[in-house]
């Protein structure tokens, strides 16, 4: 029988939203099915449209019944997760209201509160504000924050700073849900679980990591918000970032949240900056245009919802980062995210170097050297190309794969993010949250391509929506005779 979570007040800010709908509130059902919620734990959600509970708790019904997979939604479960849920209407942008708040949870020394704010970010600092204002930020209060966490480094540390002024940092809980997915902590047990690839993991015998998440669907309705963040402020800044951190970090003493955030942070600081001219050489941004798949139609991005028909915002971003440090010095690190592109898919590959001296001729032109690829998703596996020898005469190698499935290896159902996440804020556990000091080092690094972009005043490339992104992200990696490892080479 799993372990009852702390008894706690769970309060959703924007708990009508797409956020709330689409992940939250699935994954506090879960949470409830699995027996993880303590008995006395409730969740209240607040937004402005005005809804008596009974009506919101109707909607939430609708919406998680069809966003769940066949068969996981059970009619008894939702009346028992049901009597959990309560609904406020309140416009949170206004102080007067947060006194309605703290009338709704009541007194209750010593209980967890987990204020998350699944909001606009504009809205942050007000609300950390007035929670305190009517006694709701004390000791055993915790605030989450999605991302966007700020526009810049500048915006960042005013949001950060007024959020501080109010939550000290371990009651911070800024989210990202990368790290919350079950395949991206395997990627912590694969390196620090398994002694094999240790004395591998480092410069001289890795030739370069390849690390992509790429989207078949564009910007759906988020067209506002996405126009004014692009790939690189929605994807690279934190996704991309964090996932390159779990990459290249240095074994933590303990898997604890400051043993492991100070090993990210390393990470971060170590990243040579991409500066003036450089940024032309080392980064390619991309946008959309009309394009197909399977006989589909796609819109081209100046055509979704609520994007600007001039819009010069970029919905492909590929770079190549660099490390300084010992372990990794001379080893690019190619990152690419993009919407709209030719198949959805999260990898990261580890390409390592050839043998120093070959005996043997190689098959095809496959780059003689293994590869260890790391799928996130659609389909979590890990894979490990190994040269063997073709079958008939002669010493012909050809590259065979180890392919670890992990929906064939685990049967049990794979956790969504939220839900681990969810649980760990409850717990007080932000192993996998952002500290203030990673964002900080990961906008220093992400202000200088923005700042670099803008200076050149150059369109993001086209792109046909349904294809692999543009042209210049595959001459990025030719010209240092590397190309990405996706279907188009395999
Ligand atoms: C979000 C971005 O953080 O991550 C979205 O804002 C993106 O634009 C999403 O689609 C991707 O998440 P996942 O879990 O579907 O890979």
Redesign the pocket.
């Known amino acids: 029988m799993p372990q009852r979570g702390l008894a706690c007040d769970m309060v959703v800010f924007g708990g009508t939203g797409d956020l709330a709908m689409r992940k939250l509130l699935p994954a506090l059902y879960y949470l409830h099915r699995d027996r993880h919620l303590n008995p006395d734990t409730r969740i209240l959600a607040l937004a402005r449209a005005r809804h008596e509970p009974e009506a919101y708790r109707t909607l939430v019904k609708r919406r998680i019944s069809q966003y769940l997979p066949q068969g996981d939604f059970d009619e008894q479960v939702w009346e028992a997760f049901a009597t959990r849920l309560d609904y406020l209407s309140l416009d949170v942008s206004q102080r007067v209201a947060f006194p309605r708040l703290a009338k709704a949870l009541g007194e209750s020394p010593g209980r967890v509160r987990v204020f998350y704010l699944a909001t606009m970010p504009e809205l942050f600092a007000s609300t950390a504000k007035y929670l305190a204002s009517v006694g709701l930020a004390d000791d055993q209060a915790r605030i989450v924050l999605?991302?966007?966490l700020g526009q810049s480094l500048e915006t960042a540390n005013q949001i950060n700073d007024q959020i501080g002024s109010v939550f000290d940092e371990s009651r911070v809980f800024r989210i990202?849900?990368?790290l919350g997915?079950e395949a991206v902590q395997n990627l912590l047990a694969l390196r620090f679980g398994n002694a094999l690839f240790e004395p591998l993991w480092r410069n001289a015998h890795i030739d370069h990591v390849q690390i992509s998440?790429l989207?078949t669907?564009g910007?759906?309705n988020?067209g506002d918000?996405?126009d004014k963040?692009g790939?690189i402020r929605?994807?690279v800044q934190?996704?991309l970032l964090q996932l390159l951190c779990l990459v290249a970090m240095e074994a933590p003493v303990h898997f604890e949240p400051e043993a492991v955030r100070n090993e990210k942070l390393k990470i971060l600081e170590a990243l040579r900056p991409i500066t003036g001219m450089d940024v032309q050489d080392h980064t390619v941004r991309g946008q959309y245009s009309e394009g197909s798949r399977a006989g589909e139609k796609l819109p081209a991005y100046y055509f979704e919802k609520s994007v600007d028909h001039d819009s010069n915002t970029e919905t492909f971003v590929a770079l190549k980062a660099e490390i300084d440090s010992w372990r990794w010095a001379g080893v690019p690190f190619y990152l690419r995210t993009g919407?709209a592109t030719a198949q959805?898919k999260?990898e990261i590959v580890i390409q390592f170097k050839a043998v120093p001296h070959r005996l043997f001729p190689q098959k095809g032109d496959d780059p003689a050297g293994n590869r260890l690829v790391i799928r996130?998703?659609p389909d979590e596996s890990i894979q490990l190309s190994l040269a063997a020898k073709s079958p008939g005469r002669g010493m012909t190698l050809q590259q065979v794969e180890l392919d670890l499935n992990f929906a064939k290896a685990f049967k049990r159902r794979r956790w969504d993010?939220y839900e681990r996440l969810l649980l760990d804020v409850i717990e007080g556990d932000a192993t996998l949250f952002m500290r203030r000091d990673e964002i900080e080092a990961a906008w220093r690094w992400v202000d200088p391509i923005i700042l670099g972009w803008q200076n050149c005043y150059r369109s993001p490339k086209r792109y046909a929506a349904g294809s692999w992104g543009p042209e210049a992200a595959d001459s990025l990696l030719e010209r240092q005779g590397h190309y990405w490892l996706d279907e188009r080479s395999r």
């Open positions: 999605e991302k966007p990202d849900h990368y997915k998440v989207e669907v910007v759906e988020r918000y996405y963040a790939a929605d994807m934190n996704h919407k959805r999260s996130l998703q993010a």
